[in-house]
């Protein structure tokens, strides 16, 4: 009985350490607390192009596997 409930007991810790804490506001600093500005489909543009704003590289293959 007793090494039922230390299992019971460890189980119910364990779980615990997942938890997410929030912490205060004067810690955090700056917190953001405005709904999600949506905009329906209709509001969108037809065309957008990021690279006439210069905010996109060329694509570039960063894993070339290499066996050895």
């Known amino acids: 009985m ?3 409930l230390l299992c019971s007991l460890l189980v119910a810790v364990s779980a615990r350490m997942n938890e ?3 912490q205060d ?3 955090v600093g700056e917190v ?3 709904p999600l ?3 329906t489909s209709n509001q ?3 065309n957008f192009d990021y690279r006439s704003l210069g905010l996109l590289s060329t694509d ?3 894993h070339i596997p ?3």
Do not use: D, G
């Open 32 to 34: 953001v607390k405005t």
């Open 60 to 62: 570039l293959n960063q």
């Open 37 to 39: 500005f949506r905009k």
């Open 20 to 22: 997410l804490v929030l």
């Open 2 to 4: 007793s090494v039922l």
């Open 25 to 27: 506001e004067a810690l």
């Open 44 to 46: 969108l543009p037809t």
């Open 66 to 68: 290499v066996y050895w």
